[in-house]
């Protein structure tokens, strides 16, 4: 019990940070609203001429594009940054002296984040954008009840992979190059941007042996139901099977960065 | 995260031919256009993005009022910004790989004009957000402003033809985006029912300049009554 109210704290802190700033979120949530109509109006000249694109109707694309996007908002995290910056300045000696588990409490605290996110962003732009844009609900036997896990699992998909980033900064002091790099190849292959299908075929089979189609593109098929039962098992599967090889990475990258940091301050 | 936009533009056209009648070459011509422009600007003037952080709440504006000379111009050239003009570079790598896919003949004066085209967006995009900016020193929103709209930048990098009535009227006589990449790119690209709005984006850009400049003399004396 007093293990989970410790991490319900960090909960706690990440959700109440985001609170203080609501004019940002406001106009983050405006930003949100301008890349989802820039993509409606891209998608309705590219379909212009095409039924099909890619295995895609310009219906679904159109809902794949607004839940893509506030999916975002939801599993985005800073993680990556906020590990650097508290190298960098010195926090980082305050965050070590918690009697926690490192990469659980970023976890959390983003966590926290991504709660609050939920609600004031996430939430808000589907409402909003299904009244401007053509949006449909989720779709097949199992698209309403496994979508929300498995954005749930996308979450820490991320989270994992930005903690990852972050423990550079150990090493280099200065992960802004892997920073942004690791946001490039995110943004990029996750299927947000845009549906991984519309890739070159050797991308997509170099793509199948990464995590990062797991974050967006494989949830937002799952809610499109344009998997078979068997394929949303295994793509869920393989999305808890990332999270757990990614953090194992995590616990054992942080053992040896932990040694590099004690080097640095003695 | 300029390279983004462009992966985006790049994988579209692995499965689409055409986008409402326009060509890959030509989107990636327009598509450069506004890399080259916008990095134009960054490279030179971003300083003015950080008149909320760094010279309103740090406080260094007071001490760019207490010398001689224009605020405006101290602040802007302040700093050069070298590692923004990665943009232009992708900007003009674009610009050329559909030039030489689209077999126009350009001669030497050709060129001169899109360049002057191209100091005419950049000082568009100079315009529109030193308007922006300027709202800074009577409500400072730690720049979330400025970020709506460089996301509606977005806009401007695609023929205004795609757009609904609404947005094109907002982009053409609004927020003059659709004068920073699409309208002068029709230029080289010689579709002449647009010939008009290609002369008429030095114009557009003299005109916010002028605007810009005013609304930025306003918001500093605004600044120094509250000072003293």
């Not at chain 1, 212009?48 to 295995?55: C, D, E, F, L, R």
């Not at chain 1, 996110?117 to 053509?134: D, G, Y």
Request: charged share 15%.
């Amino acid at each position: 019990m007093n293990r989970l109210a410790k991490y319900w704290a960090f909960m706690r802190m990440g959700y109440l940070t985001y609170l203080a700033y609501r004019f940002q979120v406001l106009m983050s949530f405006v930003s949100y609203l301008l890349i989802i109509a820039l993509n409606y109006f891209l998608w309705k000249a590219v379909f212009a001429k095409h039924q099909v694109i890619a295995g895609f109707t310009m219906e679904q694309m159109m809902t794949y594009v607004v839940i893509g996007w506030s999916a975002r908002t939801f599993f985005a995290n800073r993680i990556d940054r906020m590990i650097g910056d508290a190298v960098r300045d010195g926090s980082i000696a305050m965050d070590l002296l918690k009697p926690t588990n490192f990469q659980l409490y970023h976890y959390f605290r983003a966590f926290g984040r991504a709660v609050f996110m939920f609600l004031f962003m996430t939430l808000p732009i589907i409402i909003v954008a299904s009244m401007i844009f053509p949006v449909s609900l989720p779709s097949g036997k199992l698209g309403p009840y496994l979508f929300p896990l498995s954005v749930i699992l996308s979450f820490f998909l991320h989270a994992g992979i930005s903690y990852l980033t972050g423990l550079v900064a150990f090493f280099t002091r200065n992960n802004e190059g892997v920073l942004r790099f690791k946001q490039l190849l995110v943004e990029v292959f996750s299927g947000v941007m845009i549906p991984i299908t519309f890739f070159p075929d050797w991308v997509q089979k170099v793509l199948f042996w990464l995590p990062f189609k797991y974050i967006a593109y494989a949830p937002l098929r799952i809610y499109l139901g344009m998997e078979p039962l068997s394929k949303v098992h295994q793509g869920v599967l393989l999305q808890i099977m990332w999270i757990v090889i990614i953090y194992l990475t995590g616990q054992i990258v942080w053992h040896y960065a932990i040694k590099r940091l004690e080097i640095q301050g003695g | 995260m300029q390279l983004i936009g462009v992966l985006f533009i790049v994988s579209l056209f692995v499965k689409v031919p055409s986008l409402k009648g326009w060509h890959k070459e030509e989107i990636f011509f327009i598509f450069g256009f506004s890399q080259v422009s916008l990095g134009l600007f960054f490279t030179f003037f971003s300083n003015l993005l950080e008149l909320s952080e760094r010279y309103i709440i740090e406080g260094n504006f007071d001490r760019i009022l207490l010398r001689p000379l224009n605020s405006f111009f101290q602040v802007v050239t302040e700093r050069i910004y070298w590692e923004e003009s990665s943009t232009i570079l992708v900007g003009l790598s674009m610009m050329s790989y559909a030039l030489s896919r689209m077999h126009l003949h350009l001669n030497a004066g050709d060129y001169l004009v899109t360049f002057g085209l191209v100091l005419a967006a950049c000082t568009i995009y100079l315009a529109i957000f030193t308007i922006l900016v300027s709202l800074t020193f009577w409500f400072n929103d730690r720049g979330s402003v400025v970020s709506v709209m460089l996301m509606l930048e977005g806009f401007s990098r695609y023929p205004v033809t795609i757009f609904n009535r609404v947005v094109r009227v907002i982009l053409t006589f609004i927020i003059p985006y659709a004068f920073t990449a699409f309208f002068p790119s029709m230029y080289v690209l010689g579709k002449n029912k647009y010939s008009i709005y290609v002369w008429m984006t030095p114009a557009v850009a003299l005109i916010f300049l002028s605007l810009a400049l005013l609304v930025w003399r306003q918001g500093a004396r605004a600044y120094e009554s509250t000072g003293s």
